[in-house]
């Protein structure tokens, strides 16, 4: 994707956001990041997984996400995450344990927490609005 379209698609994706009356995103989109469709799989378990925020991309799809438009893109993004994550699971249906993708949850919530401890400490950050927010489920 070049940059021109990947301005129009942040630009559709915050109209769609407002439009459905969510709520904006966070720290003025500077996380807005753009993945294409094979990213979460292909870079899960390599060193880029953390640099490029896939990790988080790829868990918070699977465990918080709903598409707002494109629902066969979305089915087809969450399919093939699945199968990364479920490789092996063909032949093995007795045995599979699901460990890569309870790793990574851990990893994530790891990571939130370190990054919450660390906004917490800075002076002036409205840490207990963050905190009534982490204590509740988004939706």
């Given at each position: 994707?070049?940059?021109?379209?990947?301005?129009?698609?942040?630009?559709?994706?915050?109209?769609?956001?407002d439009?459905?009356?969510?709520?904006?995103?966070?720290?003025?989109?500077?996380?807005?990041?753009?993945?294409?469709?094979?990213?979460?799989?292909?870079?899960?378990?390599k060193?880029?997984?953390?640099?490029?925020?896939?990790?988080?991309?790829?868990?918070?799809?699977?465990?918080?996400?709903?598409?707002?438009?494109?629902?066969?893109?979305?089915?087809?993004?969450?399919?093939?995450?699945?199968?990364?994550?479920?490789?092996?699971?063909?032949?093995?249906?007795?045995?599979?344990?699901?460990?890569?993708?309870?790793?990574?949850?851990?990893?994530?919530?790891?990571?939130?927490?370190?990054?919450?401890?660390?906004?917490?400490?800075?002076?002036?950050?409205?840490?207990?609005?963050?905190?009534?927010?982490?204590?509740?489920?988004?939706?």
């Open positions: 994707m070049n940059g021109i379209d990947e301005i129009r698609l942040k630009y559709h994706l915050v109209e769609a956001v439009d459905c009356g969510i709520a904006p995103f966070d720290g003025s989109g500077k996380y807005l990041e753009v993945h294409g469709i094979g990213d979460f799989a292909s870079k899960l378990g060193r880029e997984d953390d640099y490029h925020n896939t990790l988080t991309g790829r868990l918070l799809l699977l465990l918080e996400s709903r598409p707002l438009l494109g629902r066969n893109t979305y089915d087809a993004l969450l399919e093939n995450v699945i199968q990364a994550y479920f490789g092996d699971f063909e032949g093995n249906e007795d045995k599979f344990v699901p460990a890569f993708m309870v790793n990574d949850i851990l990893r994530m919530w790891r990571t939130f927490a370190v990054n919450y401890e660390l906004e917490r400490r800075k002076p002036g950050k409205g840490f207990r609005i963050k905190n009534l927010r982490g204590r509740f489920e988004r939706g």
